[in-house]
């Protein structure tokens, strides 16, 4: 059987990592738009965080195997539809994530100074469409609303000493443009509370550890909180005891002159109702949020707006109220509602043959390891069906050599995964000169040259 997989991220490579290990003849082709592979394992991890990306070690040992192939530079719904592929495989894996961000849908959010969490994780992490943000970095004070890991990684990096971030793989540019931020004090807010924050303790005990830099919770936030925790599972009572910790802490005092210069903190129960121009009306001066109340408790409970509101001044907006999935191809079935492929267990509703897994499948949310069950279990269903005879593997399928035709008729050139090795490599080239463990490139051009295309 000869399968296919859209997406090379984490969910593409679990997929295909899967079907190979427990079907011992099929063949798995894996496509990408970028010519570079690994998805968000390379773009959105954090560059201080280099342990999460070793699954890479992983994802490059299935890419060698002889039963499987990388296609990079093939944009899938442009350069070749959904209905081709289903033409020329047995089974086409939809695990092309969550490609765009939810907005705001607030006045003032397209002012210059806000910025979406994902463009700002991609501008620091060499993603090529982020290459040119060129984020502001000029005023004292940045706010992020949203609570979960993608937001503490960013006040992380915007407040991580220099001789830290200079020894990770963070591109050339950020760290530059870090150099000269004049950002001090990082809010991170939320419209529900301390105990629906959907960050975990390793995040928020890198951030309450960062050299130079403290951590402001206010401790009546958390009164009473000790008893409301107490049958909580124990990674939220973990958390929130850290954070109430934390809170009640009081500040070492140093000798004069060496007090921490940098600071973070926590605001709950606020909703962004306006980001607020500056006078001249050319760049954020502040937010205006709704004071809101919890109705319901745990998990589920809802932020309702008290009537109450409140004005932060910032000079540095960034949206980190999670990604969206897009549509890829008007042949495949999309609820724009969730932002996610309706299916059932990986199987694409009303489209025999046709799966999806990772984030395009369940919404964006989890780590790595989520990602891993959620594509094991798409792959699973496509070992059933292809045991049960659902999927018909009687009439050959020509899997690449249709597609290559197709391509080469549109002009399109893909990327081996030789090909990668050997940007792979020039990367790593140019990070040990600059004593990195590599130097993104972050220009497709350049990737393209490289390898001689």
């Known amino acids: 059987?000869?399968?296919?997989?859209?997406?090379?991220?984490?969910?593409?490579?679990?997929?295909?990592?899967?079907?190979?290990?427990?079907?011992?003849?099929?063949?798995?082709?894996?496509?990408?738009?970028?010519?570079?592979?690994?998805?968000?394992?390379?773009?959105?991890?954090?560059?201080?965080?280099?342990?999460?990306?070793?699954?890479?070690?992983?994802?490059?040992?299935?890419?060698?195997?002889?039963?499987?192939?990388?296609?990079?530079?093939?944009?899938?719904?442009?350069?070749?539809?959904?209905?081709?592929?289903?033409?020329?495989?047995?089974?086409?894996?939809?695990?092309?994530?969550?490609?765009?961000?939810?907005?705001?849908?607030?006045?003032?959010?397209?002012?210059?100074?806000?910025?979406?969490?994902?463009?700002?994780?991609?501008?620091?992490?060499?993603?090529?469409?982020?290459?040119?943000l060129k984020p502001d970095l000029s005023c004292e004070t940045a706010l992020i609303l949203g609570h979960g890991n993608v937001a503490l990684d960013i006040a992380r990096i915007l407040l991580s000493p220099l001789q830290l971030l200079r020894k990770t793989d963070i591109t050339d540019s950020s760290l530059a443009a870090l150099a000269c931020s004049k950002v001090k004090r990082v809010w991170l807010v939320g419209r529900r509370g301390p105990l629906q924050v959907a960050f975990t303790i390793k995040e928020l005990r890198e951030m309450i550890n960062l050299p130079g830099t403290r951590a402001v919770l206010d401790p009546a936030d958390f009164?009473?909180?000790?008893?409301?925790?107490?049958?909580?599972?124990?990674?939220?009572?973990?958390?929130?005891?850290?954070?109430?910790?934390?809170?009640?802490?009081?500040p070492v005092e140093v000798q004069a002159g060496a007090a921490a210069s940098r600071a973070w903190g926590l605001k709950f129960q606020r909703s962004p109702q306006e980001v607020l121009p500056s006078a001249d009306g050319r760049r954020v001066r502040g937010i205006r949020m709704a004071l809101t109340r919890l109705e319901g408790s745990g998990d589920s409970a809802k932020a309702i707006p008290t009537g109450g509101v409140e004005e932060l001044e910032c000079g540095l907006v960034l949206s980190s109220i999670g990604y969206q999935s897009l549509p890829l191809d008007p042949a495949v079935p999309f609820d724009s509602q969730r932002g996610v492929i309706p299916n059932s267990s990986g199987r694409v509703e009303g489209v025999p043959g046709l799966y999806c897994s990772g984030w395009v499948k369940r919404g964006p949310t989890g780590v790595i390891i989520t990602t891993m069950n959620d594509s094991f279990d798409t792959a699973q269903s496509v070992l059933e069906d292809l045991q049960e005879g659902v999927l018909d593997t009687s009439p050959s399928r020509?899997?690449?050599?249709?597609?290559?035709?197709?391509?080469?008729?549109?002009?399109?050139?893909?990327?081996?995964?030789?090909?990668?090795?050997?940007?792979?490599?020039?990367?790593?080239?140019?990070?040990?000169?600059?004593?990195?463990?590599?130097?993104k490139i972050v220009d497709p051009a350049e990737m393209l040259r490289i390898i001689g295309h």
């Open 398 to 439: 020509e899997g690449f050599g249709v597609v290559e035709s197709i391509l080469r008729s549109r002009g399109v050139r893909p990327v081996s995964f030789s090909d990668w090795e050997k940007i792979d490599a020039a990367e790593v080239a140019r990070g040990k000169a600059a004593g990195k463990p590599r130097e």
């Open 1 to 132: 059987p000869r399968v296919c997989v859209v997406g090379s991220g984490p969910a593409g490579f679990y997929t295909a990592q899967h079907i190979l290990k427990h079907h011992g003849k099929a063949l798995v082709d894996i496509y990408e738009k970028l010519p570079v592979p690994f998805g968000l394992v390379r773009f959105g991890v954090a560059p201080d965080h280099p342990e999460v990306k070793n699954v890479i070690n992983t994802f490059t040992q299935t890419a060698r195997s002889e039963r499987c192939a990388y296609y990079g530079n093939v944009t899938v719904g442009r350069d070749v539809t959904v209905p081709e592929l289903r033409q020329a495989y047995h089974a086409v894996v939809l695990s092309y994530g969550a490609e765009d961000n939810r907005v705001l849908g607030i006045p003032g959010e397209n002012l210059p100074g806000v910025y979406s969490a994902r463009a700002f994780v991609g501008w620091y992490n060499g993603l090529p469409e982020n290459r040119d």
């Open 223 to 250: 009164t009473g909180l000790e008893n409301a925790v107490r049958d909580a599972p124990r990674p939220r009572k973990r958390l929130t005891e850290l954070m109430i910790k934390t809170a009640l802490e009081k």
